[in-house]
């Protein structure tokens, strides 16, 4: 199976992580009913101010559409960075970045 991934790198900058676990665990429930992936996990900067989420599977894109809704419908995302890598983390794989509007 090839590895593609999602990396979701976003602003953060609320006082309250409460936002962030609701939206981590949104995304991994949405990931593993889907049945497209793995939800690998997040990051969170000590001072809040930026986070990423990490999530795996062999669509990148199937797997970015079925967290797209929430993604867009999260205001803490607007403005982050998707990464839609389609292969596994080495030199000239290809990738996708847009930003959240």
Request: a negative charge.
């Given at each position: 199976?090839?590895?593609?991934?999602?990396?979701?790198?976003?602003?953060?900058?609320?006082?309250d992580?409460?936002?962030?676990?609701?939206?981590?665990?949104?995304?991994?429930?949405?990931?593993?009913?889907?049945?497209?992936?793995?939800?690998?996990?997040?990051?969170?900067?000590?001072d809040?101010?930026?986070?990423?989420?990490?999530?795996?599977?062999?669509?990148?894109?199937?797997?970015?559409?079925?967290?797209?809704?929430?993604?867009?419908?999260?205001?803490?995302?607007?403005?982050?960075?998707?990464?839609?890598?389609?292969?596994?983390?080495?030199?000239?794989?290809?990738?996708?970045?847009?930003?959240?509007?």
């Amino acid at each position: 199976m090839e590895e593609q991934a999602i990396i979701i790198v976003f602003n953060y900058g609320l006082t309250d992580l409460e936002p962030f676990y609701d939206l981590s665990s949104k995304l991994d429930s949405i990931v593993e009913d889907s049945g497209l992936g793995e939800y690998d996990g997040h990051e969170m900067a000590v001072d809040y101010s930026d986070g990423s989420f990490y999530i795996y599977g062999p669509d990148a894109v199937k797997l970015y559409e079925v967290i797209k809704p929430v993604i867009e419908s999260t205001s803490f995302m607007k403005g982050a960075n998707i990464k839609l890598r389609f292969g596994p983390p080495e030199d000239g794989v290809q990738e996708t970045n847009f930003i959240v509007s």
